[in-house]
Nanobody
Framework: QVQLVESGGGLVQAGGSLRLSCAAS????????MAWFRRAPGEERDFVAA????????DYADYVKGRFTVSRDNAKKMVYLQMNSLKPEDAAVYYC????????????????????WGQGTQVTVSS
């Protein structure tokens, strides 16, 4: 059984930065595609970023390109989301997700592709 736990959320000023972390319990973490999704109040959960199991390939939603960076450390079983130039519209609960597929592809943007999810961490951005 895989457990994912997000941390690092909080309140930041617009234009500021925040780094989210996701800790995984799986022993085969290096074989998982990992992703971040977010859900704003009253909205659907949207794709933010994904990273291949080697860390060599990433994918980002258009609205975060150039501002957010996803990375991973397989030795530490950690995934990170560095968020810079935060905007008020970035405020949401951010979720870490794991896909047992080793291939990062178009399906990696689909919520149902992920078998494991964390509980989420709240990010609030003030204007």
């Amino acid at each position: 059984q895989v457990q994912l736990v997000e941390s690092g959320g909080g309140l930041v000023q617009a234009g500021g930065s925040l780094r989210l972390s996701c800790a995984a319990s799986t022993h085969i973490f290096a074989s998982y595609t990992m992703a971040w999704f977010r859900r704003a109040p009253g909205e659907e959960r949207d794709f933010v970023a994904a990273i291949s199991w080697t860390g060599g390939t990433t994918d980002y939603a258009d609205y975060v390109k150039g501002r957010f960076t996803v990375s991973r450390d397989n030795a530490k079983k950690m995934v990170y989301l560095q968020m810079n130039s935060l905007k008020p519209e970035d405020a949401a609960v951010y979720y870490c997700a794991a896909d047992t597929s080793t291939v990062l592809a178009a399906h990696s943007r689909i919520e149902t592709s992920y078998e494991y999810w964390g509980q989420g961490t709240q990010v609030t951005v003030s204007s």
